[in-house]
């Protein structure tokens, strides 16, 4: 079984600040990571993936992630938020023969001027 | 190029009524995907197509739920005797060979509203 969690339902920050959005996992074979961003009425995009090769995963965007299986973390950063990034962002995992994404709640990204 | 469609973008329906929820994948994707999400949920499986088969429907609720892809490209969703509480987005993906790190192109879903 799979499972994800992510921390915070809603994240503030301001503009030209760090962005951090936490994500923990559960897997019982070694995850594949995702992270997705919805904006609105709009589709889920892509941000960037953890397929086990690099454990630090550069996306667009100016977006990154960092796969620590000892912490089961999956935490998505950028150093400086623009307004522009403000929107839901959704952590996923899947694995070994489960190719179903299993999705956290979101986080809610609001970046004030 | 074309990303994945879906039709109707929002589709109201009164208790107990059919409806049908469409998706057309992006072209040469055998691989395609059904997630419902609800109000402040992230998405949820509920069936994956490898071609024209259903590789896994664990995750359709029941048997009002039903889903197929005749030739291996458009998929319809088909939900009997709609409840209130299948009101939710209901969101269609696609990917291009159907492994467990392959991309999922998600379409920008159907917003189901049961009256």
């Known amino acids: 079984a799979q499972s994800v969690t992510q921390l915070g339902s809603h994240v503030s920050v301001s503009e030209g600040a760090l962005v951090l959005l936490r994500c923990n996992y559960s897997s019982s074979v070694p995850p594949y990571l995702f992270w997705y961003v919805q904006y609105p009425n709009q589709g889920l995009q892509l941000l960037l993936k953890?397929?086990?090769?690099?454990?630090l995963v550069k996306g667009i965007n100016g977006f990154e992630a960092e796969f620590k299986k000892s912490e089961t973390s999956f935490h998505l950063t950028k150093p400086s938020a623009h307004m522009s990034d403000a929107a839901e962002y959704f952590c996923?995992?899947?694995?070994?023969?489960?190719?179903?994404?299993?999705f956290g709640k979101g986080t809610l990204l609001t970046v004030n001027p | 190029g074309a990303g994945v469609s879906q039709t109707p973008s929002n589709k109201v329906t009164e208790k107990g009524k059919y409806v049908e929820l469409r998706c057309d994948p992006i072209s040469g994707h055998t691989a395609l995907y059904w997630y419902r999400q609800s109000l402040g949920q992230g998405p949820e499986f509920l069936i994956y197509f490898q071609g024209t088969g259903a590789a896994d429907d664990s995750g359709l609720p029941n048997d009002r739920f039903f889903a197929v892809r005749p030739e291996g490209s458009v998929s319809t969703l088909k939900i009997q005797r709609t409840e209130r509480g299948d009101s939710a987005v209901y969101l269609c993906?696609?990917?291009?060979?159907?492994?467990?790190?392959?991309?999922?192109?998600f379409g920008p879903g159907t917003r189901l509203t049961v009256l």
């Open positions: 953890y397929t086990s090769a690099a454990t």
């Open positions: 993906a696609s990917s291009g060979a159907g492994g467990p790190t392959d991309t999922q192109y």
């Open positions: 996923a995992v899947s694995g070994g023969s489960n190719y179903k994404l299993t």
